[in-house]
Structure formats: C-alpha cells, structure tokens
C-alpha cells in the first residue's frame, strides 16, 4: 500500500569550495542541511553538486544526495534520498527517489519518490510517496 506524507521543510544551501568557472558553465559543490516538519519530522544532510549557465541565468543542473534520521508517520529511523534536476527557461524536471535499501531501523525497506514545491514566498513543500514492508503506518 502506498502512503502519502506532506509537510514543509528548511534548507540551508553551503558553498563547499571555489566554483570552477569554465567557458558556458560554473560548477559547484554544496553542503545541505534541511529540517522536515509534519508526518516527516526529521534531519538531513547532504551533498549537491551544480553546473549553471553562464549563458542563460535560468539554465542549471544538479545531482544530490542526502541522509534523513528521525521519523515518518511514527516509525523512527534513517533514509536516503537521491536528487537528479535540470531546469531551463522552458521549464524543470526534478527527480528525487529513495535510494533502494537505505532504509534503517522501523523504516528498513522504505522505497518512494519525493517531489518539492516552492512557493512564490520561499516556503519549501514537500510530498513524500511511500511503501513499507507490512503495509500499515502506525
């Protein structure tokens, strides 16, 4: 069975070195730190990698991955997320999927996806589809 969790979360974005400016594009690597409020209320941290346009200011890409700890719909424990966006002036697509057996403790064989929302205001939405082994949510 499938379960839906929604919430809001915080994220801080930290440059994690020099840029490598090169001809069409500047590469960056960040650091992560988000907190999940709601059915998820955990951490994470994670690592980001960027390549932006110098061409077009809205042309970017970015890969990233991030470890949540805490709990989600009253089961505790720790999993992974994996990150794949393109954005461009004709519009974005953003990926982000449970890494397969990153699940630990009561949330061990989680899978799903993610999807983020940003709201004119800044405020940062999220949908979290999951399945559990078992089915049920406490």
Do not use: C, Q, W
């Not at 719909?73 to 966006?85: C, Y």
């Not at 559990?132 to 406490?138: F, Y």
């Amino acid at each position: 069975m499938t379960h839906t969790a929604k919430g809001t979360f915080d994220v801080k974005i930290e440059p994690d070195g020099t840029p490598d400016e090169g001809e069409g594009s500047t590469l960056g690597t960040f650091l992560l730190t988000k907190r999940y409020h709601g059915p998820l209320n955990a951490e994470s941290h994670g690592h980001m990698i960027s390549a932006a346009s110098t061409a077009e200011k809205h042309s970017a890409a970015y890969a990233a991955v991030e470890r949540l700890t805490g709990s989600l719909d009253g089961r505790s424990g720790s999993f992974a997320l994996v990150h794949r966006g393109i954005m461009s002036p004709a519009g974005r697509e953003l990926r982000i999927a449970i890494v397969p057996d990153s699940g630990t403790g009561e949330l061990k064989g989680i899978s799903g996806t993610l999807d983020i929302d940003i709201t004119p205001d800044r405020t940062h939405h999220y949908v979290l589809e999951y399945t559990l082994p078992g089915g049920d949510v406490h």
